[in-house]
């Protein structure tokens, strides 16, 4: 669970969005990080292994001041690693009201427990927004996916959703199209790159309420994210602003089961408020 050099930071493992240790995403997570500077903690990060880790780079009570690293670059926002860092700070320092404070902004989060005793996190986005994308852009991430135009739901038009990072909405038509994923690291990485995006959120509608996705993760250099917050927060502000979802309203998303390493996400929006809220569950990895 923990590792740390004498006089050097301890890490944590942890994995968000599942109680199980076997499922969800993993991240890395460092509770004491005021002493790195960026360079040590990309290095930490790379050597973690995971999509992202969470670096605590000052507490203020429970105000968190956090940077998020991928293997191969810092990222402003990451939500599997915020839900994680919270429920590993709740669990030394007790459960309830937190605030992260990231380059993407100020993300509130809270930490509660269940009858059964296990802790659940629910942060709420900053203010969320999306942008159209022209044809051309949409013709050549499907070629890098090796999807053609008839893969995707028409209901769905794609487009880019922020809610802290940028990703691009494209739907499948059937199960069996997202559960087929075989794509072009290198061609996908660049368009990603050259659009500021941090995962592309591939969607299939099982019903207005339930959605598989799953999260080409080129850019951090892993093939795909386990289970997303920050796209799953992007993706619950698209399906408002497209009208599919009217707050108030709870939306699953169900994210690693062709990886693997299943895990849920429960989206809600609220009336009067942009934002949108994730919860999820989070444990230690032995």
Known sequence: ???????????????????????????????????????????????????????????????????????????????????????????????????????????????????????????????????????????????????????LDPAFPPRISYAGARHLVLAAGTRSRLADLDYDFTRLGAFMTSLDLTTVQLVWRESDT????????????????PATGAAALAFGAYLRELGVVTAPATITLHQGDDLGRPGVLTLELVPGDPRVRVSGEATAIA
């Open 210 to 225: 339930v959605y598989y996705v799953r999260d080409p993760f080129p850019v951090g250099g892993v093939v795909e994210d």
């Open 1 to 151: 669970m923990t590792n740390s050099t004498s006089g050097g930071p301890t890490i944590l493992r942890y994995t968000a969005f599942s109680g199980d240790p076997a499922g969800g995403n993993p991240a890395g997570i460092v509770l004491d990080a005021g002493g790195l500077d960026a360079a040590q903690m990309l290095a930490i990060a790379a050597d973690v292994g995971y999509s992202e880790s969470a670096f605590v780079t000052g507490i203020d009570e429970r105000t968190l001041t956090v940077r998020y690293f991928s293997a191969k670059a810092e990222v402003t926002f990451c939500g599997h690693a915020t839900l994680a860092t919270a429920v590993a700070f709740a669990e030394r320092q007790g459960a309830g009201e937190l605030l992260f404070r990231t380059p993407a902004g100020e993300v509130p989060v809270t930490v509660a427990a269940g009858p059964d005793g296990v802790l659940r996190a629910t942060m709420t986005s900053v203010e969320p927004s999306s942008e159209d994308v022209p044809a051309a852009t949409v013709t050549e991430a499907l070629a890098a996916l090796h999807w053609a135009e008839s893969d």
